[in-house]
């Protein structure tokens, strides 16, 4: 069974550039979550889909970040347009379904903004 | 709101020596508790979790971790380092099931031959 995949798994973008930030869950995984690390703190909780509803976007920092799940299967979050502050690394985690503990992380995607 | 305190940024052990990572939670319920480990340019991967069953949870790789409620603790167990356990540690609280992680900062663990 593939894990949880991410592309690409770096990317270095001037500021005021978008990018966007794939992921495939695992198959057959309703939840889909986004989470960021920036350098030096914690890792940070961004998003939850379920399915292609946005079950919790309190995370989200700010509308210059847009997530999509398209037909419940992968998702991608877009930048734009990026700021310094964005850089960092972001991750992907998904989960079965409503009564499940174990989220499955992606590797990460590691973005820096110059 | 909850949130995780992990104490030490780096951990160092020798190898063979015990490891102990601690990690303290607020939460105004009992809350679903993890840890989780990330090897270089790896994701995340579940060490353990407690979801209010047994309060001595067994892991993977010989790591354990103890739920205490009086203390609001989960620190993270393993009686004997060895070299592959270098990696960085976080633990983790759900508020519920299936919902949101809030993390520690995470520990770095070295180990020292």
């Known amino acids: 069974e593939a894990g949880v995949t991410q592309f690409p798994s770096h990317s270095v973008i001037e500021k005021g550039q978008t990018v966007t930030l794939r992921c495939d869950p695992i198959?057959?995984?309703?939840?889909l979550y986004w989470y960021r690390r920036v350098m030096g703190k914690e890792i940070k909780f961004l998003l939850h889909?379920?399915?292609?509803?946005?079950?919790?976007e309190s995370g989200m920092p700010n509308n210059r970040f847009l997530a999509e799940r398209t037909g419940g299967t992968y998702s991608t979050l877009k930048v734009q347009p990026a700021e310094l502050e964005d850089s960092g690394v972001y991750f992907c985690?998904?989960?079965?379904?409503?009564?499940?503990?174990?989220?499955?992380f992606g590797p990460g995607t590691r973005l820096t903004v110059t | 709101a909850q949130s995780v305190t992990q104490l030490g940024s780096h951990v160092s052990v020798s190898e063979g020596a015990l490891v102990l990572l601690r990690c303290n939670y607020s939460?105004?319920?009992?809350?679903?508790l993890f840890w989780y480990v990330q090897y270089p340019n790896q994701g995340l991967q579940l060490l353990l979790k407690?979801?209010?069953?047994?309060?001595l949870v067994k892991g993977i790789n010989g790591f354990e971790a103890e739920f205490k409620k009086s203390e609001t603790s989960f620190h993270l167990t393993k009686p004997s380092a060895h070299m592959s356990d270098a990696a960085e540690y976080f633990c983790a609280v759900s508020p519920t099931q299936g919902g949101k992680l809030i993390f520690g900062q995470g520990t770095e663990l070295s180990v020292k031959p």
């Open positions: 889909f379920v399915k292609e509803s946005k079950q919790d």
């Open positions: 198959s057959g995984h309703d939840n």
């Open positions: 939460s105004s319920v009992p809350p679903y």
């Open positions: 985690a998904s989960s079965p379904g409503s009564y499940t503990y174990e989220q499955y």
């Open positions: 407690y979801t209010s069953a047994a309060t």
